[in-house]
């Protein structure tokens, strides 16, 4: 399984951007899908997940309100629409992928498959 995140670049506070994250080699069906990020000096952290059939989200308390996930099952795709976006939120954007269908986690060692990152750069 491989997962291949793009979108990322460069914008001003208060921008938007819409991250993908594209899967190859088996259906996204039975996975729960995730975002994470890694800014500067930081640990990797939680940012968003969905589970399998796109009804539930789950947000970290950063950005609920102004991130959005989805997935498209058909294409094998995860996305994360990035609002009202702040300098604090520039990092590099992982998205993985685990096989519980159904049970969201935030602890990213529980997630079986990555993508190698796209950056997020928040200008002020």
């Known amino acids: 399984v491989q997962l291949q995140a793009f979108g990322g670049g460069l914008v001003q506070t208060g921008g938007s951007l819409r991250l993908s994250c594209a899967v190859s080699g088996r259906s996204i069906r039975n996975y729960v899908m995730g975002w994470f990020r890694q800014g500067p000096g930081k640990e990797r952290e939680f940012v968003a997940a969905?589970?399998?059939?796109?009804?539930?989200?789950y947000y970290a308390d950063s950005v609920q309100g102004r991130f959005t996930v989805s997935r498209d099952n058909a294409k094998n795709t995860m996305y994360l629409q990035l609002n009202s976006l702040k300098p604090e939120d520039t990092a590099v954007y992982f998205c993985?992928?685990?096989?519980?269908?159904?049970?969201?986690?935030?602890?990213?060692?529980?997630?079986?498959?990555w993508g190698q990152g796209t950056q997020v750069t928040v200008s002020s």
């Open positions: 969905v589970t399998w059939d796109g009804g539930r989200a």
């Open positions: 993985a992928a685990y096989g519980a269908m159904a049970v969201v986690t935030t602890n990213p060692s529980r997630y079986e498959y």
